[in-house]
């Protein structure tokens, strides 16, 4: 019990003394995440789009994989961003390994399939609705996407923020990828996990509250930006 | 770019190998105001969304003057539950323009305008999926003859409005025909099909039984499922 006391006090102090540390690994945290949520949208919005809305051969078990794919090990996922960007892998000319650019790599491979599954439901509930609508209107398929995405995008704010929360609270493949280097690639998870094994827990739990409270803060600042659940709304 | 007359021959509908609709033939011309009635059922919706290109035929074919792409361009649709779109009334209205390449300013113009007939100028700020079942029905009219179709296809539209939104969406119809859009609109309301009908269609288990004008077809009908329909029996 002292020591999370402790931890309460030792993040407070860190937090209001602007502590170098702490700032550098929060703000290269946002980076790496908002990063690799925003790269991730940009694949997976139109994926889920593209899945409600096109028939193609095998489209079910295009469907099925990608669900399968939500609950992707991030360990192998590291493992295999590791092999594909180390000197002897296809990608290792780049020099990538072990900067923040792996871990967003890392971040986008397992984020993607969340991200689409929940937006392709999201689309798919909504073209059921607009399926009649936009095919009398002759729409072509690209103009039935864009509206789609369009007008359900505060469902697909939900996708989003459940990527951005697997992804800030993501540990293994990034620790593997970027390898905890401090000032280079560390962040709040990374940091917390080394901090326990130092048995440094009253610093662990500061960073631990940090992560939460950032975690929390994004996702209300989108909710407001997004005017989510308003009565005048959808 | 003359889009008349639709020709149906042959044209036959299945849905898990019942059937539907069929064979009907038929042809729409240039103008007119046309009711189609029947029991519930009867295949009346079948045939609006074949004719609007909505269901496929499962034999026949359904033709216009012009290739099928041209003619879908200057038809439009209103569903007898309104399918709203999760955007603003304004917007919902300017959305059909967009499709056709308009800009934003020039379609959301062009939107306002047109709400003003419609008797929506107070609601163009609204979301569209929270106005009431007569507001949303006048949207749709209007997101459907914004683009001054040819032909407008009507499915029910008065169904389960008040005697005020049915009158006033009567008046909107009347005025469109006016303006030289052709109207073909299934109804149940025999009342409704006497003030607005030029000609009716009636149909009975998937098939036309008449396809006659207003006048004939309500003082001396072909059938007796028509006469019992006008009469108001309880036809099966």
């Not at chain 1, 984020?111 to 073209?127: E, K």
């Not at chain 2, 240039?30 to 496929?56: D, W």
């Not at chain 2, 390449?101 to 929506?120: D, N, P, W």
């Not at chain 2, 006016?178 to 003030?195: E, L, N, V």
């Amino acid at each position: 019990m002292n020591s999370m006391h402790q931890g309460f006090w030792d993040a407070w102090e860190l937090i209001i003394t602007f502590d170098r540390d702490l700032y550098e690994i929060v703000f290269l945290s946002l980076k790496v995440t908002v990063s690799a949520v925003i790269l991730a949208s940009l694949i997976a919005l139109p994926l889920g789009a593209f899945l409600a809305v096109f028939r193609f051969k095998f489209r079910r078990y295009v469907i099925a994989v990608l669900n399968a794919l939500m609950g992707l090990p991030p360990v192998v996922v590291g493992l295999f961003v590791y092999m594909l960007l180390s000197r002897a892998g296809p990608l290792g000319g780049f020099g990538l390994l072990f900067s923040p650019s792996a871990m967003i790599i890392a971040q986008v491979i397992i984020i993607v399939p969340l991200i689409a599954s929940i937006s392709h439901q999201a689309i798919r509930d909504l073209w059921s609705e607009y399926h009649d609508l936009l095919i009398s209107m002759n729409a072509t398929r690209f103009q039935r996407a864009k509206a789609l995405l369009w007008d359900g995008k505060r469902a697909l704010l939900t996708a989003i923020l459940a990527g951005f929360g697997r992804a800030i609270g993501e540990v293994g493949a990034i620790m593997i990828v970027g390898g905890n280097i401090e000032h280079a690639t560390r962040v709040l998870t990374t940091a917390i996990a080394l901090e326990t094994g130092k048995g440094n827990f009253a610093f662990a739990m500061g960073l631990g509250l940090v992560l939460i409270t950032l975690a929390i803060l994004i996702n209300l600042l989108i909710h407001i930006v997004g005017k989510t659940e308003r009565a005048s709304t959808w | 770019m003359v889009i008349f007359p639709l020709r149906m021959h042959g044209v036959t509908a299945h849905f898990r190998k019942k059937r539907l609709v069929g064979p009907i033939d038929i042809t729409i011309e240039t103008e007119g105001f046309t009711i189609v009635m029947g029991p519930n059922g009867a295949g009346k919706t079948t045939l609006l969304r074949l004719m609007h290109g909505l269901q496929r035929c499962s034999g026949g074919g359904v033709e216009w003057a012009v290739p099928q792409a041209k003619a879908r361009e200057k038809q439009a649709y209103v569903f007898q539950s309104p399918i709203m779109m999760r955007r603003k009334v304004i917007d919902s209205i300017a959305y059909p323009l967009r499709l056709r390449g308009l800009g934003v300013s020039a379609a959301r113009a062009k939107a306002q305008e047109c709400a003003g007939r419609f008797g929506l100028e107070n609601l163009l700020d609204s979301w569209a999926p929270m106005l009431s079942g007569g507001e949303k029905q006048k949207l749709s009219l209007a997101r459907a003859l914004v683009i001054k179709p040819d032909i407008l296809f009507l499915d029910e539209p008065c169904a389960n409005l008040d005697g005020r939104s049915t009158r006033e969406i009567e008046e909107i119809l009347l005025d469109a025909q006016a303006s030289g859009t052709r109207i073909i609109m299934s109804t149940h309301d025999i009342g409704q099909a006497r003030r607005l009908a030029q000609d009716v269609i009636f149909m009975y288990d998937g098939k036309i039984h008449e396809q006659t004008t207003a006048d004939i077809f309500f003082t001396a009908p072909a059938t007796k499922e028509a006469q019992a329909f006008i009469n108001g029996d309880i036809v099966e």
